[in-house]
């Protein structure tokens, strides 16, 4: 299994001058001039690539090195063989899911999938109408994400953050590779096969209702996390509109419940209870100030109506 204790165990067995670490190994039979990486720079590489065992099986055998007879992670080791000219079909097929335009469709729900908690490798394998071996060889080779922490993960799926996610949908650029890894990653494989065309768009357990309210929530989650983040100055929002005209949506009359706030006017505001006890608890003080600076002026306008005391 490519987890992040076989990532670690590679980073140590393998020697600081190990092609692995170079863009460009040397031929083979030759040595690189270049004095190793630092350390942390080795680090980083092995770490925080997702086809980190890719990397160590293909540099070796474009080099003529052997692999480190310490290094035992089988994956690493079956795809070097393959790379020698082992006959190896699932091997072949993983290869060809990551380099071949013909399966890219495939590979971006592949990966979508694989983001996806809520569905195994064997279910994926069905689903994809694919061996499960080809799945596991692709996922430890190739996109190495779902064993690996969740900090790992996000910087895979979120380079820029979520933030930065938001500003390419303003800007109109459509990643749908990291699209399909994002929705995984939230929503659920099932949410990957729909856009992927898998399933129906309808689904028949599913009342109007319940997705108007799935939609809300997300709605409102996405506009919440915006205001977080410092939106609520920016001129122009679009996830924030969308939010504020969520807030401000008439509640069904059969739905509204008669209540306290119903009766002062609040309640005309499709506002969920937690919200309007924000609205009251903020509000309140003003409120009092307002009331005892009234007391104080009529105090002060019925003083100066009084007659003056005669001398």
Avoid at 106 to 120: K, N, T
Avoid at 131 to 155: H, I, M, Q, T
Avoid at 277 to 300: G, N, T
Wanted: charged share 25%; net charge positive.
């Amino acid at each position: 299994m490519m987890n992040t204790n076989a990532v670690r165990e590679t980073f140590r067995l393998l020697p600081a001058d190990s092609v692995a670490y170079r863009c460009n190994p040397p031929h083979p039979g030759r040595r690189s001039k270049n004095p190793p990486e630092a350390a942390h720079r080795r680090w980083a590489e092995a770490m925080h690539n997702p086809q980190w065992g890719w990397r160590v099986a293909l540099t070796h055998h474009a080099s003529g090195e052997p692999l480190p007879a310490a290094l035992r992670e089988t994956s690493i080791r079956r795809a070097y063989r393959y790379l020698q000219g082992a006959r190896d079909e699932p091997m072949a097929m993983a290869h060809a899911l990551q380099a071949s335009p013909e399966c890219q469709n495939l590979r971006r729900v592949l990966q979508g999938f694989l983001c996806a908690r809520d569905i195994s490798l064997e279910g994926i394998a069905l689903q994809l109408e694919l061996d499960v071996a080809v799945v596991r060889l692709f996922e430890a080779l190739f996109f190495n994400v779902r064993e690996r922490g969740d900090g790992f993960r996000a910087s895979v799926l979120f380079p820029e953050t979520r933030i930065g996610a938001v500003v390419e949908v303003e800007k109109a650029f459509d990643d749908l590779e990291r699209t399909l890894m994002r929705v995984g990653r939230d929503y659920g494989w099932q949410e990957v096969a729909r856009l992927a065309g898998l399933i129906p768009m309808e689904d028949a357990t599913e009342s109007p209702d319940i997705l108007l309210a799935d939609m809300e929530k997300t709605i409102a989650a996405n506009a919440r996390m915006l205001a977080r983040a410092g939106h609520l100055n920016r001129k122009d929002s679009p996830g924030l509109r969308q939010g504020q005209a969520l807030m401000l949506r008439p509640k069904p009359e059969a739905a509204r419940q008669q209540t306290d706030d119903d009766r002062l006017g609040l309640g005309s505001f499709g506002m969920r209870a937690g919200v309007l006890e924000h609205f009251r608890r903020i509000s309140e003080p003003d409120v009092q100030y307002r009331l005892r600076l009234q007391q104080w002026k009529r105090a002060q306008d019925a003083a100066a109506q009084e007659p003056p005391a005669p001398a």
